[in-house]
């Protein structure tokens, strides 16, 4: 029996069956599950052959759209033709009837097709708002469709807030699944960079072992220290060089072991570094054992990583002392050189005094007194060649300027009185010459200034004589001889004099000197020689 | 006529000095004794000392010519005259020790060494 028939007033009917429908639910059933319960109880209370209940299309992003009452309904439609069942505002009443729709409207062919006979449609609201849409299909005859709409109105507001709650449950959920999901993608994203940042770690870490490794196994000795200096860092090559434990190395600073910087050097030097970002110098430390070794040390200043240097100390203690040897060795043979040149000129002079003292022994022979005289002399432009190369700095050249003056200066010494009123005018261009060069000219310069001395001023009481040397881009030479005497007869051929001196001046300056030799006799005699660029090459 | 001077010549190059003394007789002076080492000229000037010495500095022996001229100065200020094959500055200066009357370098400048030699004799 119904409440209907129990009680004969439909609505006080409805309303109890609301009351008690609505407390066995809200005692049995949790929210999320309110839709499908109270769905349920219209299909029981009803007797409708499917009931359904649609949720509104604007409740979006929820899968959740229709809830059926049996189960197996729900696929009576599909959810596109679901939505037409969906009113946008309250719904006119709906023909309960298929047949009575108008031939046009979208639901009748539906209905038809799904062979539904009967349809009550119901809006539901929740706080004002459209929130679902509630179907009874079949409704079973002969009830009568206003008993059923009567009885189901009152539990139309509790059905509507259970679809809303159901639809904000199902919100919350498919948040829950996202932020679960985006929790799970994070803690993969997170996985995956820390994994990576392991990795990472363990290759700084490697490669910071790799780094330490070859720095401990360098052959040089390496330091880190701060910029007063203190050392921070060590390694072994540096504590077998020193002889200090890297402990007692740690407590130590620069000043500390260099032996040739005092503190404030090596804080200038320090100062000086940082300023240049590197140097690289050499110094001596002072081993545990008060040794001295000799260091080549190369300074980084890094400022970014470190604030402080970075230093490599490599013991050249042996490269020094070869280069001493190498030094005194080099000391050595300049030593000897100097002494060659030394003893060749002292064994010039010795033959020059074995031919004058022997000279002596024929006063009377003024032949063997002049060959012995220009002989002499010859020995002694020579001699004076080695006396000025054992002096010279390179031992290979001298000063042609100086040396022939000197040589004039001592020709003229020697020459006693007769040079007392002839006066020379240098005007010789500085240059350093091989002494390849050297001795030729001298023996030239010898043989014209001894014949000016002799011939010359015969028949005067004063003489002049003018010796220049000048140079052209450095290297040939223009050598001019000049007296002031009484000359040679006009047809006096130069070049076809048998006399030694002649001979040697001609020859000295075209073979010897490869260049050429010009003799004028104007006012006096005058000798100029082109002498090209040397062919001799520099032999030390 | 002047007494002959008494000159030491230290020479450790016998031929050298052969050639020195043929010189200085040219200009009117006597070798009175040649030595070639520094300890032979010590002795020759504490036995006869000399009226003027003239000395080489490289000498054969163990002392050089102005050790040697050092040693003769502490018993004797006898004018030394330094005749040397080679200029070198740090024996020029070495050579001021025993205040030198000359420091010349050969071959002997004949007119200077008279002109020195003179001067002695002039002061004796």
Known sequence: MTIREQTGNVDYAAKMLAIEVISEILATTSSNQLPEKLIEQIHELTGSKTVMLLVHPNSQEISKLVYSCPLRREQLFSPLDLEKFCPTFTPDPLPVHPQEFPEDHPLRTLLLQAKVESIIRFALHASGELVGTLLLLDVPEPARISDVIQTITPILPLTAMALKNAIAHIHIEHQAQQLAVLAAEREVHVVQKTSELNSAMHLLRANEELHRAILQTAMDGFWLTDTTGHIQEVNRTYCRMSGYSEQELLSMKAENLDADETPGEISKHMQLIIDKGEGCFETRHRRKDQSLFDLEVSVQYRPREHDGFIVFLKDITARKIAENEILHSLNEKETMLREIYHRTKNTLQVVRGLLVLHADEFPENTEVQQLVKCTEERIQAIALVHQMLYASKNLSSISIDKYLQDLSENIFQNSGQKTKNIHISYELEPHEVLIDSVIPLGLILNELLTNSIRHAFTDRDYGQISIQLHWNSGESAIFQYADNGIGVPDDFNFRAQTSLGLKLIHSLSEKQLLGSVQFKNSHGIQCIIEIPKSHYKARL | ?124
């Open chain 2, 1 to 124: 006529m002047d007494a002959p001077l008494n000159i030491l010549l230290v020479e450790d190059e016998v031929i050298a000095a052969m050639l020195m003394e043929r010189q200085l007789k040219r200009m009117g002076f006597l070798v009175s004794n040649h030595v070639t080492t520094g300890e032979q000229a010590i002795q020759s000037a504490l036995d006869s000392p000399p009226d003027i010495i003239i000395m080489d500095i490289q000498l054969a022996g163990s002392l050089d010519g102005i050790e040697t001229a050092i040693e003769i100065r502490n018993n004797s200020q006898v004018p030394i005259l330094f005749l040397t094959g080679f200029e070198n500055p740090a024996f020029r200066e070495r050579a001021q020790a025993v205040n030198p009357i000359g420091y010349l370098i050969k071959p002997m400048n004949e007119p200077l060494i008279k002109e020195l030699i003179e001067t002695v004799r002039g002061g004796l």
